[in-house]
């Protein structure tokens, strides 16, 4: 079975400054993807940055950032000049293949300050 | 391009009462999942189909909750009696089949309270 674990259920960050939230998972297939997906207070949720397994270089995308470290199995969440839009639920999943079977994290409560 | 659409946004029933969630995809995708999120957890996934048919449904109490996807399109999602640890939001999601990194789209849920 695949766990995602996020062991921050709260961090907060000053609006213009970087934040790191944390994710690790285990698993024992070889083929999958992780994503970082957003959810806003009372809002869907929406995808932020997905890293397929086998690419060695980490994704990004605009402001936000990953760190993907396949053998300790960890995949954190940069997010560098805060806003304050990005205040949210943030959830790390693992997605299987085949077969595209997703498992999500508890969550990272993120409180952009102004 | 519409999203994805989940009816009701909110339902309250008490324990033991039987209730229906009903979730439209986006056009096209084939791929449709159930999550049950409890209060400050992250989303549990209770079932996805291929289509019309049955993938994972391994975390779906299939004592009580049931679901289908009538001719790989709509789905509803019933419980049946429902208890009070039911309580939580139900997400639908969906993607494309055949997209290599098959990104979920979420509809915007159905919060149930039991009393």
């Known amino acids: 079975a695949q766990t995602v674990t996020q062991s921050q259920p709260e961090m907060s960050v000053q609006e213009a400054e970087t934040v790191t939230l944390s994710c690790t998972y285990d698993?024992?297939?070889?083929?999958?993807?992780l994503f970082w997906y957003k959810q806003p207070p009372s809002r869907q949720m929406i995808l932020v940055i997905r890293?397929?397994?086998?690419?060695?270089q980490n994704a990004t995308e605009n402001r936000f950032s990953v760190n993907f470290q396949k053998a300790a199995k960890s995949f954190s969440l940069k997010i560098s000049d805060s806003q304050l839009g990005d205040t949210a639920m943030y959830f790390c999943?693992?997605?299987?293949?085949?077969?595209?079977?997703?498992?999500f994290g508890t969550g990272t409560s993120l409180t952009v300050i102004p | 391009e519409a999203g994805v659409a989940q009816s009701p946004r909110y339902k309250i029933i008490e324990k033991r009462q039987s209730v229906a969630f009903w979730c439209n995809p986006i056009?096209?995708?084939?791929?449709l999942y159930w999550y049950q999120q409890i209060l400050g957890q992250g989303p549990k996934l209770l079932i996805q189909?291929?289509?019309?048919?049955?993938?994972?449904d391994s975390q779906l109490p299939k004592d009580r909750f049931s679901a289908e996807r009538l001719k790989g399109v709509d789905s509803t999602l019933k419980i049946q009696p429902a208890k009070l640890e039911d309580s939580a939001v139900y997400l639908c999601?969906?993607?494309?089949?055949?997209?290599?990194?098959?990104?979920?789209?979420f509809g915007p849920g159905t919060r149930l309270t039991v009393l």
């Open positions: 999943a693992f997605m299987k293949r085949p077969g595209n079977q997703f498992y």
């Open positions: 890293q397929e397994a086998y690419k060695q």
């Open positions: 189909f291929q289509n019309n048919g049955v993938v994972d």
């Open positions: 056009s096209g995708h084939a791929t």
């Open positions: 698993t024992s297939e070889n083929n999958y993807y």
């Open positions: 999601a969906s993607s494309l089949r055949g997209i290599s990194y098959n990104e979920q789209f």
